[in-house]
């Protein structure tokens, strides 16, 4: 049952949801069209792991295998982070959305 303490909590959490959503925004950038902090930290991760494997190709040739297995396992390590921390966001994302509207 909605009472009306309940809709006043979910108002706070929202308001305060917002707001730091709106203080992250505008200490980023100036702009709206700049990455946010996710997409920049995504990238780097990309780079590093495309370049690993690059290492790895390398440690190959000069056939240091040990070496470049390090390189592949720490490859496959970030990329499971990487969609593991995906994951968590969306569903962090879906849960928010499924929150009660606060027009009511």
């Keep these: 049952m909605i009472t009306r303490s309940n ?28 990455p946010s902090r996710v997409d920049t930290t995504n990238l780097l991760l990309r780079r590093c792991v495309f370049s690993s494997l690059v290492f790895a190709g390398v440690a190959l040739y000069f056939r240091y295998t040990r070496l470049a297995l390090l390189f592949i396992c720490v490859t496959f390590i970030v990329l499971t982070c990487m969609r593991v921390t995906k994951k968590m966001r969306q569903n962090r994302k879906y849960k928010q959305r499924m929150l009660l509207p606060l027009s009511m």
């Design 7 to 34: 809709l006043a909590e979910q108002l706070r959490e929202y308001q305060l949801r917002s707001k730091h959503q709106w203080a992250t925004l505008a200490f980023l950038s100036s702009t709206s069209n700049s």
